[in-house]
């Protein structure tokens, strides 16, 4: 049991101003049809199953797969990638409408090796609509107009509560996003990214706590 914090409840709305700023998303109702949908690899099956929802209403004709991952592959898939083309095959997706990249290993790789695989294929979209873990869509964002400007992207996020993503170990990772999004920037792999007053008081108060004295325990990515 953590017991880093002895109160998580009261910087609980400190955490989902963190988190809400995090997940750049437009509402579904918002969103315009586009080429195709860019989903990030990972191990959260609802990812997936937000992009075949977001096909089958017909907001885009492709996805694209973009994932190798890392650790927590489910048994039986050798890819991210695989994995969430099963759960979107089985959403009744044809496997026509997939693009799949299964060599990237962290978010930039995501980007680069994804419209790369794209241009192999003879598809060049010009707009995107990225799934992602909702607190990694705004860098996600970021490192398309870093990387390919001329695509137009915007983020949506899964019916998810910003709620699961305050806890003691949940918040340290989001925390360690904030040193992302300078670090990254300062890299040139992604715009820079501006922090509202708002949200740099949030994240100054969070960084006044305990939680900030243990490790993130999430890999760079």
Do not use: W
Not at 63 to 68: E, P, R, V, Y
Not at 86 to 115: D, M, R, Y
């Amino acid at each position: 049991m953590e017991t880093f914090i002895d109160d998580i409840e009261k910087i609980k709305p400190l955490g989902k101003i963190l988190v809400d700023f995090l997940t750049e998303s437009t509402s579904e109702n918002e969103l315009s049809v586009i080429d195709a949908i860019f989903v990030f690899g990972h191990y959260d099956p609802r990812i997936a199953f937000h992009a075949a929802h977001l096909y089958k209403i017909g907001k885009a004709k492709k996805i694209i797969l973009s994932g190798k991952g890392r650790d927590k592959i489910p048994n039986g898939f050798i890819t991210e990638a695989d994995f969430y083309a099963s759960l979107i095959k089985k959403e009744g997706v044809p496997q026509s409408v997939l693009i799949l990249e299964k060599e990237s290993t962290n978010t930039l790789e995501n980007v680069q090796f994804g419209i790369k695989t794209c241009d192999k294929s003879r598809f060049f979209p010009k707009s995107l609509i990225l799934c992602a873990v909702p607190p990694l869509l705004r860098r996600s964002c970021a490192t398309f107009r870093k990387q390919y400007p001329s695509i137009i992207v915007c983020g949506s996020e899964p019916k998810i509560s910003g709620e699961e993503y305050i806890t003691e170990s949940r918040l340290r990772r989001i925390v360690a996003e904030f040193d992302r999004l300078k670090e990254y920037a300062d890299k040139g792999d992604i715009i820079d990214v501006q922090i509202p007053e708002k949200v740099a008081n949030a994240l100054q108060e969070i960084r006044k706590t305990d939680i900030c004295s243990q490790p993130s325990l999430s890999p760079k990515n």
